[in-house]
């Protein structure tokens, strides 16, 4: 069996899936906010920051490692694991001093982890994926090597706030004494696997690719970026590797303390969303993900490299090789929520029969439907943009932000030169049949709805079992199952009239922004 851990903003989850029969045969969550109180933490990280500063307490992370393994190992045996592999929320970073290695390699069973590792931290908090603090710091990156298109086509992504690069750049500059007094940089999902391992392991190309510092043509850290950043960086930095990379044995804390077999193999770990597509099965080209939460987010593999011209979408490396985009939309259910909210409506009239009432295309009626700041594209709204009327009718509304935000979702994806066969998606949204119809007919391919809810668990399992040579096709076939009866097949009659919709849409947002 193997064993999928997901650390994600707001809880520590395990699954473990069993190949040979098929099934997914343990599975809990540990959440931060209600099962460890005392870091005041309700959604996963401190609250109230200044100046976008979002940070979290490393502390807690560790600590929800050893109540999740006290928890499971109360209904399951864990000498039945062969190995391990861990996602994390993408772009958070943990700093530690040069004591980290010989702390992992003699952790104590009798001796909770937080105790032992918290004097290796040279950094007391750790930001994360919200913090959008570091605008001043991804300017100055961009500058050293040549502007953002630079940026850009070294690592995948122009200078963003919240990748890890401007974050060591901005905690170099506050604090440069502790800066010096830190001998190792990890992200969230190479923390976990560090200690799962009991040593320092390798940032996979994957995650690593999320921190404006690896060279998607060498897939090594990138010199001049380094330098750009803060300095003697490179020493402070795991090395890169390939996802499928066996780092070590676990470690012999985990085997006194829970039971673990020592010949139980730790996979290197990954971010939660080059993991999620995995346990998506979305590995191949062909398979578009989009997430409907309170972002939106889209998601697939790459046939080949590409960057997005305009720096809004991202570059990751897929962890079954290869490459993989990501976009994310800011104004998801935040949007949809917020029109609802405006008009006094349910979510019934943003299902299937709600949508009934408008004609698809909406007569040429086109909305921008962002109701605060987006980033993709990147642009500081503060309500809707229309072609019409502010006081249409709710149904008319309603089909627009609707239509509008995957008119958005296509244009702006359109740089990889992908036509999807195949749309799976997940998220609560996504149980919406209106919004899934809607979704097939602008891309005009078939959309599915998944089976499982933590895909980035499931993704770090089947990983596990793929770095140990399970095929990955076979698993993801066993595993990545859609839920029954989902698919909704594209209307091919109304292929022309989004054709349309789509340049109507850019058209004002051009005109907009």
Request: aromatic share 8%; net charge negative.
């Amino acid at each position: 069996m193997f064993l999928g851990l997901d650390s994600s903003t707001q809880s520590l989850s395990a699954l473990v899936i069993d190949p040979a029969s098929g099934t997914v045969a343990h599975e809990l969550s540990v959440n931060f906010g209600t099962d460890l109180p005392a870091y005041g933490a309700p959604s996963g990280f401190i609250p109230d920051g200044k100046a976008g500063e979002v940070h979290a307490d490393p502390l807690m992370w560790i600590e929800a490692i050893d109540l999740l393994f006290s928890r499971v190992a109360e209904n399951f045996d864990l000498s039945q694991i062969t190995a391990i592999a861990a996602s994390g929320q993408q772009h958070g970073s943990v700093y530690f001093d040069n004591s980290l290695v010989q702390r992992l390699a003699t952790l104590d069973p009798k001796q909770p982890l937080k105790d032992q590792l918290a004097p290796a931290l040279s950094r007391p908090s750790a930001p994360i994926w919200m913090d959008t603090s570091t605008g001043a710091e991804c300017a100055e990156i961009a500058e050293a090597v040549g502007g953002n298109d630079e940026v850009c086509k070294l690592s995948g992504s122009i200078a963003v706030e919240r990748f890890t690069g401007p974050q060591i750049r901005k905690f170099y500059k506050q604090d440069v004494e502790a800066y010096r007094n830190t001998g190792s940089i990890h992200l969230v999902s190479s923390m976990v696997g560090s200690i799962m391992a009991g040593k320092s392991i390798a940032i996979d190309h994957g995650d690593g690719a999320g921190m404006n510092l690896l060279n998607l043509h060498t897939l090594g850290w990138d010199p001049d970026l380094l330098d750009a950043t803060a300095p003697n960086l490179r020493d402070k930095l795991p090395r890169p590797a390939a996802s499928a990379s066996i780092a070590g044995k676990v470690s012999n804390y985990f085997v006194q303390k829970y039971g673990f077999s020592s010949n139980c193999d730790v996979a290197l770990s990954t971010g939660d969303n080059p993991s999620s597509l995995v346990g998506m099965g979305a590995t191949e080209p062909g398979t578009f993900v989009i997430s409907l939460g309170t972002s939106d987010t889209f998601f697939a593999a790459m046939s080949k490299a590409v960057t997005d011209p305009q720096g809004f979408g991202h570059v990751f490396g897929n962890p079954a090789g290869g490459f993989m985009s990501l976009i994310c939309f800011r104004n998801g259910s935040l949007s949809r929520e917020a029109l609802r909210d405006e008009l006094g409506l349910s979510w019934d009239d943003f299902d299937a029969a709600g949508l009934a009432k408008t004609p698809a295309g909406n007569e040429g009626r086109v909305m921008l439907p962002f109701y605060g700041p987006e980033i993709t594209p990147r642009h500081d709204f503060s309500a809707p943009v229309r072609n019409f009327p502010a006081d249409a009718s709710a149904e008319i509304q309603v089909r627009a932000l609707l239509e509008g935000q995957f008119l958005n979702m296509r244009l702006h994806s359109a740089w990889l030169g992908e036509q999807p066969s195949l749309i799976r998606l997940t998220g609560g949204a996504s149980q919406n049949n209106g919004i899934a119809q809607l979704i097939a007919d602008i891309f005009q391919a078939p959309v599915e709805r998944f089976a499982v809810a933590n895909g980035a668990a499931l993704g770090a399992a089947l990983r596990a079992a793929n770095a140990c040579g399970h095929d990955l096709e076979t698993l993801s076939k066993q595993f990545c199952r859609p839920a029954a009866d989902s698919q909704i097949e594209p209307d091919s009659s109304k292929a022309a009239v989004y054709a349309a919709a789509v340049q109507t849409y850019g058209k004002l947002l051009s005109a907009s922004v």
